[in-house]
């Protein structure tokens, strides 16, 4: 079965340090969302792609964190610089075509820790 | 904003007893979905509603979505180890360009054995 893919799982980082996740969704998957997901809470939505464009990134902080597709098929979300609050557990996920009522298929994400 | 309400937070459960988690919207939903994420895992999508009214059941779990669309629940029957998790309710808001999948926070069940 097809898998969403994403590295590092862990990732241990010093504050004000540059930190990068990589995500590999499933195959023909045209639409790519990024999660950030604090320890007892939702995931919540960071950007969305569809293909290589970027759709929705209101809740991204953009003056540290960037995100691309370039292709349209991988992505990388990047920090720079760290903060000790961006701790937290960050999912990709991908779905077929982007409508509200695809199905979203979550990574198994990438534990961040900042010290 | 748009928010998506979950009941209870937490749930312990003795082995066999059943277990219910509720969600409400703030306002009507095209749709709801939810999914489970076991501990240390990743969320799973477990099933989506979409009519008013609609119920759904998949094996010991039953799902209904409200008449006014705005509320939903899972119901699990004779819960097992197996079922242990947090399970989240989803909603599609627009977005900036297109819709956000906003979830719930999740009622986390334990299942004591």
């Known amino acids: 079965e097809a898998e969403v893919a994403q590295s590092p799982r862990y990732k241990i980082t010093e504050k004000s340090q540059a930190v990068a996740f990589w995500c590999d969704p499933i195959?023909?998957?045209?639409?790519l969302y990024w999660y950030r997901q604090i320890l007892g809470q939702g995931p919540e939505l960071l950007v969305q792609?569809?293909?290589?464009?970027?759709?929705?990134d209101s809740q991204l902080p953009k003056d540290r964190f960037s995100a691309e597709r370039l292709k349209g098929v991988d992505s990388t979300l990047k920090i720079q610089p760290a903060e000790l609050g961006d701790s937290a557990m960050y999912l990709c996920?991908?779905?077929?075509?982007?409508?509200?009522?695809?199905?979203?298929?979550f990574g198994p994400g990438t534990r961040l820790t900042v010290t | 904003g748009q928010q998506v309400m979950q009941i209870p937070q937490y749930q312990h459960v003795q082995e066999g007893e059943d277990f219910t988690t509720y969600c409400n919207s703030s306002?009507?939903?095209?749709?709801i979905q939810w999914y489970k994420q076991r501990p240390g895992g990743h969320p799973v999508f477990l099933i989506q509603?979409?009519?008013?009214?609609e119920v759904k059941k998949q094996k010991r779990l039953t799902f209904q979505f409200g008449e006014a669309k705005k509320n939903s629940s899972l119901h699990i029957t004779a819960t097992q180890t197996t079922d242990v998790g947090t399970y989240f309710c989803?909603?599609?808001?627009?977005?900036?360009?297109?819709?956000?999948?906003?979830f719930g926070k999740g009622t986390k069940l334990s299942v004591i054995p």
């Open positions: 509603l979409v009519k008013s009214g």
């Open positions: 792609f569809q293909d290589e464009s970027v759709v929705d």
């Open positions: 996920a991908s779905s077929l075509e982007g409508i509200s009522i695809d199905e979203q298929y």
């Open positions: 989803a909603g599609p808001y627009s977005g900036a360009g297109s819709y956000q999948l906003t």
């Open positions: 195959s023909g998957h045209a639409t």
């Open positions: 306002t009507t939903l095209s749709n």
